[in-house]
C-alpha cells in the first residue's frame, strides 16, 4: 500500500501503549518526526484526556487528541468539542449496575473520576487477586490504579458534566449480561457502546464514536478522511479504521480487525509495532 496521509491517528491501549501502560521513547521520536515533516499525528483514544499524561514520555506531543472513544477532542489541551451523557442516564445506570455488582467508573470532564461509597465493596471483590486469565495485564493494572489513586469515592454524583461510563467485570459470563441488560435500555434511551476487551463495556452518547471524532478533529486541519491514516487493535477502533482511507491493525489485533483494514503491522504493541510500521512507510 503506498503511504500518502496527511494525518495519523493512533489508538492507545494495545496499539502505541504496550501491556505495561507505557508509551516507548521510540514512538515519541517517531511522532516528532513525521510532524518535522508536515504529517498531523493525533491520538485517538477511549481513554479519558486526563490519563494521558501520566503514560507517555517526558516532551511527548500530538497534534490533536480525541478521547474518551469521541466524546471530546482537544488541539493544545483546548477543547474543540465535548459531548456529555445526560444526567437522566448516569442515575439509572449506577443504579442498574448496583443491582447487578457491576464494577463502574464514572468519567466528569476536568475532574477525578467517580464511583459511590456504597458500591466500594462488590467493587473491590471485582479485582481481588488473583488476577483471571482472561483479562489483560493493561487493564488489570489499570483497574488496580484506579482503584488505589484515581476514583473519587463520593456519597452522590454532583455535576452535570460527563464524558463517558467505564464497566468492568472479572468473568465474561459477569460482563456479557450487563451487555444484555445495557441492550435493553438502549430501547428506553439511546446511547453508544463500545467495547476494548472480553471484560469491558464503554457508554457514550448515542451515535459518538472514534469515527465521529475524527470527522469533527479534522476540520480544523483542513484533511479529508480518505487522507487520514488510523491504527488500532479492538472493536472500539471498528469504525476508525472502517471510516479512514488507510486503515491498519495491529498485529497483536484480533483476526476480526485485520481482515477490516489494508494492512497489518510487522510487530506487537510490545515490539514497538507502531515505530516500525512508520519508519517503514515514512522514513
Not at 471485582?126 to 463520593?154: F, H, T
Not at 491504527?231 to 472500539?236: L, Q, W, Y
Request: aromatic letters at 10%.
Amino acid at each position: 500500500m503506498q503511504q500518502n496521509p496527511k494525518a495519523i491517528f493512533l489508538d492507545m491501549d494495545g496499539t502505541i501503549l504496550n501491556h505495561q501502560n507505557k508509551v516507548s521513547i521510540l514512538t515519541k521520536e517517531i511522532i516528532d518526526k513525521l510532524r518535522a515533516k508536515g504529517i498531523y499525528v493525533f491520538i485517538a483514544t477511549g481513554r479519558a484526556h486526563d490519563e494521558i499524561e501520566e503514560i507517555v514520555p517526558e516532551g511527548f506531543k500530538v497534534d490533536g487528541v480525541i478521547s474518551s472513544n469521541g466524546m471530546a477532542g482537544y488541539i493544545d489541551d483546548k477543547a474543540v468539542f465535548e459531548h456529555s451523557l445526560s444526567r437522566e442516564l448516569v442515575d439509572i445506570l449506577i443504579e442498574r449496575a448496583r443491582v447487578n455488582k457491576v464494577y463502574y467508573e464514572l468519567f466528569p470532564y476536568r475532574a477525578a473520576r467517580i464511583s459511590l461509597m456504597q458500591d466500594q465493596r462488590y467493587m473491590l471483590d471485582e479485582i481481588q487477586d488473583p488476577k483471571p486469565d482472561s483479562v489483560g495485564i493493561n487493564e488489570w493494572l489499570s483497574r488496580k490504579k484506579a482503584i488505589k489513586e484515581e476514583i473519587s469515592w463520593e456519597t452522590e454524583v454532583s455535576g452535570d458534566k460527563f464524558s463517558k461510563f467505564y464497566f468492568f467485570a472479572r468473568t465474561k459470563e459477569h460482563i456479557h449480561h450487563w451487555k444484555e441488560e445495557l441492550e435493553q435500555l438502549k430501547r428506553e434511551i439511546d446511547f453508544t457502546m463500545s467495547v476494548s476487551s472480553e471484560h469491558n463495556v464503554e457508554v457514550m452518547v448515542a451515535n459518538v464514536n472514534k469515527a465521529t471524532g475524527i470527522q469533527q478533529m479534522i476540520k480544523s486541519f483542513n484533511v479529508k478522511i480518505e487522507e487520514v491514516m488510523a491504527i488500532g487493535d479492538s472493536d472500539n477502533d471498528i469504525q476508525m479504521l472502517q471510516s479512514v482511507g488507510y486503515p491498519v491493525a495491529m498485529k497483536n489485533a484480533p483476526d476480526r480487525i485485520k481482515k477490516m483494514v489494508s494492512d497489518v503491522t510487522d510487530f506487537t504493541c510490545d515490539e514497538d509495532g507502531v515505530y516500525h510500521y512508520l519508519c517503514k512507510c515514512f522514513t
